[in-house]
């Protein structure tokens, strides 16, 4: 089985072009669902990401925002790198034969 160029190119240009969905709201909404920025004192509350530094040796390295920002920017960009990769491939692999 071929994958699909234009279902793979459609979703690519999903990604690429975030139509219908902002990565924004995507990334907090996973930084909200990790529950790991906030403590037992902040309840139901989460730090946001630009209230949070990374620090190595005591030296400032970057926000924690920037940091996601530009690792969820590579993340997609690295997913549609793979999405090309598949474009006239055997997909037939990937598929339990039952």
């Given at each position: 089985?071929?994958?699909?160029?234009k279902?793979l190119?459609a979703?690519?240009?999903?990604?690429?072009?975030q139509?219908?969905w902002?990565?924004?709201?995507?990334?907090?909404?996973?930084?909200?669902?990790?529950?790991?920025?906030r403590t037992?004192?902040?309840?139901e509350?989460?730090?946001a990401?630009?209230?949070c530094g990374?620090?190595w040796g005591?030296?400032h390295?970057?926000?924690?925002?920037?940091?996601?920002?530009r690792f969820?920017?590579?993340f997609?960009?690295?997913?549609?790198?793979i999405?090309?990769s598949?474009?006239?491939e055997?997909?037939?692999?990937?598929?339990?034969?039952?």
């Amino acid at each position: 089985m071929k994958a699909n160029k234009k279902t793979l190119m459609a979703v690519k240009q999903f990604l690429e072009n975030q139509e219908g969905w902002d990565l924004d709201e995507v990334v907090d909404e996973i930084i909200e669902d990790t529950e790991l920025l906030r403590t037992k004192e902040m309840g139901e509350h989460t730090l946001a990401t630009d209230e949070c530094g990374i620090e190595w040796g005591g030296e400032h390295v970057c926000n924690l925002c920037d940091f996601v920002d530009r690792f969820s920017g590579i993340f997609i960009e690295k997913i549609c790198n793979i999405l090309d990769s598949f474009v006239g491939e055997d997909i037939s692999d990937y598929f339990d034969e039952e």
